[in-house]
């Protein structure tokens, strides 16, 4: 399990370096439109619409057509867009569950680096200071005994009675010399004495604790187990039992409004008036959410069923440790460390088993709290479900299925399929999804019967839960995939629910590929060159090639007989009309008048207005200039007498 999502994880989250283009233009259309998105769903989305050969997208390049790049950007965009729809919380939970889903090992590792890092700090300065004194010395083994408290999980180490417990079972464990000898040591022996001090002393503290000992602070770590186990387990089934509730729902109303043609080879949808194609598709794509959280709801309780098994293993290995410790102390005053001290580490080794099955337990419940609160962001439909369902009731499953336990397949003469009797170790493709509900309901969830028998094509199993589709399916299964093929193009949250990634990715290029080969004409570019009008041209722009149009046109000239032509001159008309009209020569002429007299007035000027004066002198100035110079004549004669 952990290696198939391991490979999904690296085909689906991992960013595709050949669509970073097209990553930068989702990323401003996203901004732009204040779309809220993660990255890792980002990509996750375009790794998926990036497989539908309309957008022209190829995995290696990228195709140099900037409309079916701007068509791909804005269905990114659009699924981005309505974060309540149960499309996108389908691929939500995919993204989510492709990145969380653990594997143990890994679980382990990720807290021991995460509790390393914290007691990095104390750690070095257990192994790197050098020590004189007796005071440095005794400060050293303080700062061990809180590193063997932290590491360990043996209590809280602002406890006194733990720290000191723990320095008692320190004291049991080194001497005086041995304290002197380790702080001597170099980094590298001194951080491996380190690791050894951690499991005996933790060891001794475990065995005094099951002895009856004190053993202040210290947790009972197979009794949490046990309760954690019981809680996350009856967790995990209440949230099933509520998908199931909800499957069984969505099933029932989807159930109720199709019919099927057999006849035609389809399924038709019968609606009711208040009901909509659009709303039929939402309903479909809340069964395909529920379906995927029911999916991994199992999956979760199959992984926890795996830890039981393990945590009473270790119990029982616990308990042997144990026992053989008693056993070597038992009656005994002095026993020597070489044969003591390993049990005690042995010990130790299983404890930190336990305290790693607290961390896988608690990993289960976040993410099923994780998936929980996806699904409830979710917009909710049930109105529309139970207007759907009507008057039927709510079956589940099993109920749907025992209606067709009683029938099995028939292939008279089998062409392409063989029908087989079901076992359990048989893997079935679709996730045990009836494969021509899929095909003929575009994505339509309908779970499929095994009491039918199973359908063999190509080394694959396939389901039904009806027998007559299989005969259609016997003439050209590869019709069939291409349709479920088509439609997880279109609702690309089925390809992660049913497992079709390598089938969606095959096909991408169907034409030159062996499976899945689809039915096209084969097409070729070529150029041809051809005469420049090698027939010459002939219009009529009054031809009519419709026998009303002749009718239309003998009645309007047939009108036109009875009709009287006048004419009429208007003022605006008379401009069409030429005509000319005749005017005498220009000649030139000129007019003597008098002079001008009258009185200048007193100029009234507004302020701020400027006064223009004439050019020409007014008559009176020029009279007084007049007088003034026929005055000077006189002066002048009587100068000279």
Not at 140 to 168: Q, S
Not at 482 to 509: G, H, W
């Amino acid at each position: 399990m952990s290696a198939f999502i391991n490979v999904q994880r690296a085909r689906l989250l991992e960013p595709n370096a050949a669509l970073s283009p097209l990553l930068q233009d989702i990323l401003r259309n996203c901004e732009r439109r204040n779309i809220r998105y993660d990255r890792p769903l980002l990509h996750f989305v375009m790794n998926l619409l990036s497989m539908d050969p309309q957008y022209e997208l190829f995995m290696e390049t990228v195709s140099a057509d900037r409309r079916n790049h701007d068509d791909f950007v804005e269905a990114c965009c659009n699924l981005l867009a309505d974060d309540r729809s149960p499309t996108l919380i389908t691929l939500r939970m995919q993204c989510f569950f492709l990145d969380n889903f653990f594997d143990k090992d890994e679980i382990v590792e990720k807290h021991a680096r995460n509790l390393q890092a914290k007691t990095f700090a104390l750690t070095k300065e257990i192994i790197d200071n050098d020590v004189i004194t007796k005071d440095e010395q005794d400060e050293v083994f303080n700062k061990v005994i809180l590193d063997i408290v932290i590491n360990m999980g043996l209590g809280n180490p602002e406890c006194k009675d733990v720290m000191a417990e723990t320095m008692r079972a320190l004291n049991s464990v080194m001497s005086r010399s041995d304290k002197a000898k380790f702080v001597t040591l170099d980094r590298k022996d001194r951080l491996m004495a380190l690791k050894d001090i951690r499991e005996i002393v933790a060891g001794i503290r475990i065995f005094n604790k099951h002895s009856g000992n004190t053993a202040n602070g210290m947790a009972d770590l197979p009794k949490i187990i046990d309760q954690s186990h019981e809680s996350t387990k009856s967790i995990l089934q209440i949230t099933l039992c509520e998908i199931m509730d909800k499957v069984n729902l969505l099933t029932s109303a989807l159930n109720a409004a199709i019919a099927y043609d057999l006849r035609n080879r389809s399924i038709i949808t019968l609606l009711p008036e208040n009901l909509t194609a659009d709303d039929f598709e939402t309903l479909k794509d809340l069964l395909a959410m529920y379906r995927q959280q029911e999916v991994y709801a199992r999956k979760l309780i199959d992984e926890l069923a795996t830890i039981k098994l393990a945590i009473d293993g270790c119990k029982q290995e616990y308990e042997a440790k144990l026992l053989r410790i008693h056993e070597a102390v038992q009656y005994r005053t002095a026993i020597p460390t070489d044969r003591v001290f390993p049990k005690f580490s042995e010990l130790t080794r299983v404890w930190l088993q336990f305290q790693n099955f607290i961390f896988l337990l608690s990993e289960i419940n976040q993410i099923s709290n994780t998936l929980t609160s996806l699904t409830e962001r979710c917009a909710s439909f049930d109105d529309l479900a139970y207007r759907l369902l009507g008057e039927s009731q709510i079956q589940t499953d099993v109920d749907r299925l025992n209606k067709v336990s009683a029938k099995r397949f028939m292939l008279p003469d089998p062409k392409n399929c063989e029908i087989v009797p079901y076992e359990a170790n048989m893997q079935i493709q679709l996730l045990k999804f009836c494969l021509w509900h899929l095909a003929e309901g575009k994505g339509l969830l309908m779970p499929g019967s095994i009491e039918l028998g199973v359908c063999r094509v190509q080394k694959e199993h396939y389901l039904f839960n009806i027998p007559e589709p299989v005969t259609f399916f016997d003439e050209d299964p590869n019709k069939y995939f291409f349709r479920i093929v088509e439609t997880a193009r279109k609702k690309i949250q089925l390809i992660c629910l049913l497992n079709m990634y390598d089938k969606v990715q095959a096909s991408y290029n169907a034409p030159r590929s062996e499976g899945f080969q689809m039915k096209i004409t084969t097409t070729c570019d070529q150029e041809v060159q051809t005469d420049l009008h090698p027939v010459p041209s002939n219009i009529d722009r009054e031809y009519r090639w419709n026998v009303w149009d002749y009718r239309r046109e003998a009645i309007r000239l047939a009108n036109i007989r009875t009709k009287r032509t006048t004419s009429v001159q208007t003022l605006e008309s008379s401009r069409a009309i030429p005509k000319s009209t005749q005017i005498y020569q220009d000649k030139v002429q000129s007019t003597q008048t008098r002079v001008s007299r009258s009185t200048e007035t007193e100029q009234r000027r507004q302020t701020g207005l400027k006064v223009i004066e004439p050019s020409a002198p007014s008559p009176l100035k020029v009279y007084a200039l007049t007088l003034a110079q026929a005055s000077r004549s006189g002066l002048n004669r009587n100068g000279e007498r």
